[in-house]
């Protein structure tokens, strides 16, 4: 009986080990960490996508980690990052991302490219990393959902870039 205790006991201890060393999954490729975007603006001059695009950054970017950190209204370029949680499988990683506006007349281009992410706690124990410490090495899950909260944003940044307007 001591037999079977002791070979449950190495069975367990290797699953869990196993587990935990591929915890995370596939790390995802380069050609997946980033998207670009143009989005035509008939009719808006490049100051007028500027100011709703700065608006917008400003009203969708309020997380501590999530700023702008260049803007150059001459040259119609916005720079700044972008945080997201995700939830995958246990863990609840943060992916902080930059988010690139360039502008000019009737149109923008959009990137979001340079991924970097932590994790930052986990369902069962909350918070645990005060400090995250980011990596590139990002599991191919994760990735897949930051690239969905992009598409969103995205879609976002389209529909308020066509409906926003200086005028009032």
């Known amino acids: 009986m001591k037999y079977l205790h002791k070979i449950v006991l190495v069975i367990s201890i290797l699953v869990f080990m196993s587990g935990c060393a591929g915890q995370y999954g596939p790390k995802a490729l380069e050609s997946e960490k980033s998207v670009e975007n143009i989005i035509n603006l008939d009719g808006k001059t490049k100051d007028v996508i500027y100011i709703n695009a700065n608006a917008w950054f400003v009203d969708n970017l309020n997380s501590a980690e999530s700023v702008i950190q260049f803007q150059d209204k001459e ?46 706690g986990d369902k069962f124990n909350g918070q645990y ?40």
């Open 129 to 168: 990393n005060v400090v995250p410490s980011y990596s590139s090495d990002i599991p191919s899950p994760v990735m897949d959902k930051a690239k969905l909260g992009w598409l969103k944003l995205l879609t976002d940044l389209k529909a308020n870039l066509g409906k926003m307007s200086t005028d009032w």
């Open 75 to 120: 040259a119609g370029k916005i720079v700044g990052k972008y945080t997201a949680d995700i939830q995958e499988t246990m863990y609840i990683f943060r992916v902080k991302s930059t988010l690139s506006i360039d502008i000019k007349d009737n149109k923008a281009m959009v990137r979001i490219y340079d991924p970097m992410v932590a994790v930052v």
